[in-house]
């Protein structure tokens, strides 16, 4: 089945660091670029980082220098590290696969930033 | 960065027709944009490309009473034979590059509601 599955949310306190994992199955991945996307309860959609099949990253500016996303092609896994969390950062993150859209998605995990 | 305008909110009655709007601004026009819908509780789900042109690509899966189409900024999701289950937040979002980065930017989404 084609699909991926988040993992590492939780409750942590401000200036905490948290580590999500996206595990990919059913598809080459390697092939290709992928996402973190968060919604805060109540708002839109936000992109957060993406990386591409050669490994190049992105990021958006509410979170350079605070987030690293990286890969694991021989585990096909997804991780974004989360370092100096804020409560801004509270959401659920969700990961997603793009060819020249974000044609598939997980199902999300919660993050919540508070003491 | 590029600014995508959608109206908060639609309605209309199950089994009619209804139009949402994505507004790309100005000089970023010519922009494609895509679609997903997301369900109460549950993750996004990709509908469809739609670009300046007004051509467009579907997901898999996605019944052909969605449609797609484009005049001048706005990009359009028409569906008919409105259902109960089309009840849902429906996202648009567009990649971009600015300096060699890439990053990616989404609506503040329209809640339809099926009357």
């Known amino acids: 089945e084609v699909q991926l599955v988040e993992s590492g949310g939780g409750l942590v306190q401000p200036g905490g660091s948290l580590r999500l994992s996206c595990a990919a199955s059913g598809f080459p991945f390697s092939s290709y670029d992928m996402h973190w996307v968060r919604q805060a309860a109540g708002k839109g959609l936000e992109w957060v980082s993406g990386i591409g099949s050669t490994g190049r990253s992105y990021y958006a500016g509410s979170v350079k220098g605070r987030f690293t996303i990286s890969r694991e092609n021989a585990k096909n896994s997804l991780y974004l590290q989360m370092n100096s969390l804020r409560a801004g950062d509270t959401a659920v993150y969700y990961c997603?696969?793009?060819?020249?859209?974000?044609?598939?998605w997980g199902q999300g995990t919660l993050v919540t930033v508070s003491s | 960065l590029p600014v995508l305008t959608q109206p908060p909110s639609a309605s209309a009655l199950l089994g009619a027709s209804i139009k949402l709007t994505c507004t790309l601004s100005s000089e970023h026009s010519t922009h494609t944009i895509e679609w997903c819908q997301q369900r109460p509780g549950r993750s996004p789900q990709y509908i469809m490309k739609v670009k300046s042109d007004g051509s467009h690509s579907k997901g898999d899966g996605i019944p052909d009473r969605f449609m797609g189409s484009s005049s001048g900024a706005d990009r359009y999701l028409t569906f008919s034979n409105l259902q109960s289950d089309d009840e849902a937040e429906y996202h648009c979002g567009e990649s971009h590059t600015i300096d060699g980065q890439v990053g990616y930017v989404f609506g503040t989404g329209t809640k339809v509601t099926v009357l």
């Open positions: 997603a696969r793009s060819t020249d859209a974000f044609e598939l």
